[in-house]
């Protein structure tokens, strides 16, 4: 997790100014902290996963099928803030209350991220999004304990969560900041995925793959596979993680083999995508064995790649490469229009093949009284003034 000092936006801080629009009306929404293991039940899942489909931003990793398993395998002090507008569920946050912040002792209410959850985005209902930030500000304030701030982590910065936000918080002249900004490597384009290809990388690289892909079919059978079903599920996740392990991630201890509650949410988690036809598996393999593997996930109009990894054995063939460029055929999918690498800022190999970026912040966010209010700003002024 990096550092206060390497978490500050570049930007100067500003003070958010009088709206230029009149203030938004509270909406007819409730909001109430509920404990995650009372969603459980098929009512709350049904209600949940029309929720996903209705969300005017789309996250997977806050879906019932990503969360549940994640709140199951990796347990911890988490509550799940369920809003409710005009009668339906139609917003979800699970949140958790840090006693630091990075590497200082400075506790806060933050939402609930593990390192194989890759947005932060609350579940919201399209146009409910303004009365869903008012409710949770609200519920903050009158809940902080000894929380100093509000921290929402991994929101992304270009979608109508946070320009509802914005206008809630200019509105409301809370004290607010993007204390970290960061791009990731995005896939969103008319072009045809051969087109694309094209415009991505040079002649000369090009020249160069298609001389790795020949060398690899003299070593036997190549094939590309694309699933979005559950068959063969469970021997491909097994498949899945053996590979990773037998990679850097395992020599890390970072592999999702390298425990059991992380190999079990991955299983777990595709099942549920594949069951609500959300997932999408993508093999190369050679001579019938793998070696290399993708696992996306579809929520319409976007879609999130989760999981990749190849046999390093193989790595002069740069069969990670050949699967990406097979995975261009996103593209051509009527329902997707940008796919999110969820892979970190400046990925050497993404990046040079993936054009366009989204941007992805964390933001504090002041909560409860004055004199909270008051500590807030100290601090996020020394945070501002480090950077």
Not at 14 to 20: D, F, G, M, T, Y
Not at 201 to 221: P, Y
């Amino acid at each position: 997790m990096a550092e206060v000092n390497e978490a500050v936006a570049a930007k100067p801080e500003i003070e958010l100014q009088p709206a230029i629009q009149p203030p938004p009306q509270h909406g007819p929404g409730t909001l109430a902290c509920v404990s995650w293991e009372s969603m459980e039940d098929a009512a709350q899942v049904a209600a949940w996963d029309a929720l996903a489909e209705w969300a005017g931003e789309p996250n997977p990793f806050y879906e019932s099928w990503y969360l549940l398993p994640s709140l199951r395998q990796l347990p911890s002090q988490i509550s799940l803030l369920r809003f409710e507008f005009r009668g339906k569920l139609a917003g979800l946050l699970p949140v958790v209350r840090p006693n630091r912040y990075y590497r200082y002792p400075f506790p806060n209410l933050a939402n609930w991220l593990h390192p194989n959850m890759f947005s932060g985005a609350p579940l919201v209902t399209q146009g409910a999004e303004v009365p869903f930030w008012q409710a949770l500000l609200r519920w903050a304030d009158e809940n902080a304990g000894a929380a100093l701030f509000l921290h929402l982590r991994d929101l992304p910065l270009d979608g109508p969560l946070h320009a509802a936000l914005n206008q809630l918080l200019a509105s409301e002249r809370r004290y607010a900041e993007v204390v970290h900004r960061e791009e990731r490597a995005m896939l969103a384009s008319d072009l045809t995925p051969e087109a694309y290809w094209d415009a991505s990388l040079s002649g000369k690289k090009r020249k160069e793959l298609r001389r790795q892909a020949n060398r690899l079919a003299d070593e036997g059978t190549v094939a590309f596979t694309r699933s979005t079903d559950g068959e063969g599920l469970e021997a491909w996740c097994q498949d899945f993680l053996r590979l990773e392990a037998a990679g850097w991630k395992g020599q890390a201890g970072s592999a999702l083999a390298s425990s059991p509650a992380t190999a079990a949410l991955f299983a777990e988690s595709l099942a549920g995508a594949a069951e609500r036809g959300r997932l999408e598996r993508l093999t190369l393999s050679l001579d019938d064995r793998p070696i290399a593997m993708l696992a996306s996930f579809l929520t319409p109009p976007g879609a999130f790649s989760f999981k990749t990894a190849f046999d390093e054995g193989f790595a002069k063939f740069s069969p990670g490469v050949l699967l990406q460029r097979e995975n261009l055929a996103i593209l051509s999918r009527p329902e997707i229009a940008w796919t999110d690498s969820c892979a970190a800022a400046d990925h050497p190999m993404i990046d040079h093949i993936w054009r366009e970026r989204r941007e992805i912040g964390r933001i504090s966010i002041a909560i409860g009284g004055s004199a909270r209010r008051f500590a807030f700003r100290q601090l996020l002024r020394a945070e501002t003034r480090r950077k």
